[in-house]
C-alpha cells in the first residue's frame, strides 16, 4: 500500500513560481512511476506530467512544456513538479499519482493523492 500526501500548492500571479510536492509512504517507492494530473472547475480531469521509476524518463502534456518540470528524490520518497511561468489555465487541483507503469490515462494509476489546490491570478 502507497499513500500519497500532496503539498505546495497555493496562490500565484500568473507568470510566477510554484513547486508541488507528493511524499510517498512505503519502502518500494523507487519501483513505481509517478504522475501529476490536474482538474479545474467544470473541466475534466487531465494529464500533466510522468517520471519514470527510474527517474530517468520523463513526459509532459504540450502546454505544460517547457514551463514544468517533474522531479524525484528517492532519499525523501517524493516527487516534484517545479511549475514556472504559470498561467491562468493552469489553476486546478492537482493530483499525484503512482503506477506500475508511466502513463497518461488516470485509470492506469494504482495510487492517487487527495489533490492540492494552485490558482493563478492574471
Known amino acids: 500500500q502507497v499513500q500519497l500526501l500532496e503539498s505546495g500548492g497555493g496562490l500565484v500571479q500568473a507568470g510566477g513560481s510554484l513547486r508541488l510536492s507528493c511524499a510517498a509512504s512505503?519502502?518500494?517507492?523507487?519501483?513505481?512511476?509517478m504522475g501529476w494530473f490536474r482538474q479545474a472547475p467544470g473541466k475534466e480531469r487531465e494529464f500533466v506530467s510522468w517520471?519514470?521509476?527510474?527517474?530517468?524518463?520523463?513526459y509532459y502534456r504540450d502546454s505544460v512544456k517547457g514551463r514544468f518540470t517533474i522531479s524525484r528524490e528517492f532519499a525523501k520518497n517524493t516527487v516534484y513538479l517545479q511549475m514556472d511561468s504559470l498561467k491562468p489555465e493552469d489553476t486546478a487541483v492537482y493530483y499525484c499519482?503512482?503506477?506500475?507503469?508511466?502513463?497518461?490515462?488516470?485509470?492506469?494509476?494504482?495510487?492517487r493523492g487527495q489533490g492540492t489546490q494552485v490558482t493563478v491570478s492574471s
Open positions: 499519482t503512482a503506477g506500475g507503469r508511466p502513463s497518461r490515462s488516470w485509470e492506469d494509476y494504482d495510487y
Open positions: 512505503g519502502r518500494t517507492f523507487s519501483t513505481y512511476a
Open positions: 517520471i519514470s521509476g527510474s527517474g530517468g524518463s520523463t
